[in-house]
């Protein structure tokens, strides 16, 4: 699915979506989610890819390879890659306005090369967020004075098995998370900075939990997109 003027793919009010096997790329959008946009809707994706998505600057929005709002669903295998969009999230934005309420799970995922000018480099997000077993990295945001190169939001999210890891700053201070309100939940993730790397904001709470590491990955070919690990990874085993 590719080269939409209006975006790769749109749903809203849908009690089922099963996507899956998917290419959506290279698609323009004057709002969020020029890859996917999804709203009010209840589903799955897997085994999805999507990349080179772009919203172009001038408009308010958010996920540019995916936006969903007020729905609850579950990602697996869905690759995030090259994408592009203003605000924030460049690569993903999840969460909920005053009609509705949001859950994600995102599981066995790269989310890489994506930008915004604000926060979010890979993920802006509201609501209630589960990541597991994603590598998130080289996202970056392009705007000074701002935070979250990484990941930015509040609510409730919990990350594990995961790897998050220099991921791209317009200042040398930014941070891999900035984290609103609500609860953060971290185990078993290898985080670049360490628990440093966090910006919590006053009414937020971390649960730093066991198995957390500060270490090169060692992927294989970071240059050429290749996130697997060598055998000698710290985060193997």
Not at 39 to 47: A, F, P, T
Not at 139 to 151: E, F, M, R, T, W
Not at 190 to 205: A, M, P, R
């Amino acid at each position: 699915i590719k080269n939409g003027g209006d975006g790769g793919i749109k749903i809203q009010y849908s009690p089922e979506i099963n996507l899956y096997e998917l290419i959506v790329k290279e698609n323009n959008s004057a709002g969020s989610g020029a890859g996917i946009y999804i709203k009010n809707s209840v589903g799955e994706l897997s085994h999805v890819d999507i990349l080179d998505n772009i919203t172009p600057n001038g408009p308010v929005a958010s996920g540019g390879g995916i936006y969903a709002g007020n729905s609850h669903l579950i990602l697996d295998r869905v690759n995030v890659l090259n994408n592009y969009v203003p605000t924030s999230g460049g690569g993903a934005s999840f969460g909920s306005d005053q009609f509705g309420t949001s859950t994600t799970e995102w599981y066995n995922s790269v989310i890489s090369g994506n930008s915004c000018l604000y926060s979010g480099g890979a993920i802006s997000f509201g609501d209630s967020v589960i990541l597991s077993n994603l590598t998130i990295t080289q996202n970056s945001i392009l705007h000074p004075n701002h935070d979250g190169k990484a990941i930015s939001g509040s609510g409730f999210m919990t990350i594990t098995n995961s790897i998050i890891w220099e991921n791209i700053e317009y200042n040398d201070e930014d941070h891999e998370i900035a984290f609103g309100t609500g609860t953060l939940n971290m185990s078993y993730t290898n985080l670049s900075g360490g628990e440093n790397s966090i910006n919590l904001g006053d009414q937020g709470v971390l649960n730093w939990g066991e198995g957390n590491i500060d270490a090169d990955p060692l992927f294989c070919d970071p240059d050429s997109g290749n996130y697997t690990l060598m055998a000698n990874s710290p985060c193997v085993g």
